[in-house]
């Protein structure tokens, strides 16, 4: 009985793990983009901003946005 359960905790761990992981590298990402992008538009934002604004706000955008257009269950919401 005690096999069981410990796979069953590691099929939870890894099911939680990889798509944490995978989201904070995407939001790295989309920080490290966004910083880029406003380096050639200095006199708008400054880069360091425009990253962590990337980071903590147009990422969890993004993700709401893929959420609601990709319903799971089909379309017919």
Do not use: E, K
């Not at 939680?16 to 880029?36: E, K, N, R």
């Not at 980071?55 to 609601?68: D, I, N």
């Amino acid at each position: 009985m005690r096999r069981t359960t410990r796979r069953s905790l590691q099929r939870v761990r890894q099911a939680l793990t990889w798509p944490l992981s995978g989201h904070i590298v995407f939001a790295l990402a989309t920080g490290l983009v966004c910083g880029i992008a406003a380096a050639h538009y200095p006199d708008v934002i400054s880069p360091r901003y425009a990253a962590i604004i990337g980071a903590l706000a147009v990422y969890p955008l993004m993700v709401a946005m893929w959420w609601r257009l990709n319903r799971p269950g089909g379309n017919d919401r």
